[in-house]
């Protein structure tokens, strides 16, 4: 039979919960339902609309954008722009920062076809994604209330157009 010392006991445990923890910890880290996974992750069966979306579309460029103006923008300020030129900004799996996610510094595909997690898991299922767009899809973003807020101020001085 073994004997463990108390203090071999505790190490013990304490190992036991820091392996749990260390577990738990890795499986929050993975995408859920309902998470952005950002466009990558669209490349695999949508190749042709993944290279023309980074060949031709200025969405695909719009972090670089936003990256120019943020030392002159305020924290409110920034987020406004996160809110259009990022994918899933305050959202699951969503843009946070440059840093923690750079594959969300971009309005990637998901920015307009919602976040791609279960449509991926699912091997691709059209019921689980937001296929063909409406005009009330886009006016989140291009509206003019937008327009008016910021009068194109940001986007002149950053070069963006």
Not at 24 to 32: D, I, L, N, P, R
Not at 79 to 108: D, I, L, N, R
Request: with cysteine; charged share 25%; glycine share 12%.
């Amino acid at each position: 039979m073994l004997v463990l010392s108390n203090w071999s006991k505790g190490c013990l445990v304490l190992f036991v919960a820091a392996f749990f923890a260390a577990v738990g910890m890795a499986s929050m880290s993975k995408a859920e339902s309902g998470q952005y996974l950002g466009s990558d992750s669209c490349m695999d069966c949508h190749d042709q609309e993944y290279e023309n979306f980074k060949k031709h579309s200025k969405k695909a460029h719009s972090g670089e954008s936003v990256k120019l103006m943020q030392g002159d923008l305020t924290k409110q300020e920034l987020e406004e722009c996160y809110e259009c030129h990022m994918t899933g900004f305050g959202k699951p799996g969503g843009f946070v920062s440059f840093e923690e996610t750079p594959q969300m510094a971009e309005a990637g595909c998901e920015t307009c076809h919602g976040p791609g997690y279960d449509h991926v898991e699912s091997g691709g299922d059209p019921d689980l994604i937001k296929g063909k767009l409406e005009i009330s899809d886009c006016e989140g973003c291009h509206n003019p209330d937008r327009v008016a807020a910021f009068d194109f101020k940001p986007l002149l001085f950053g070069g963006a157009h």
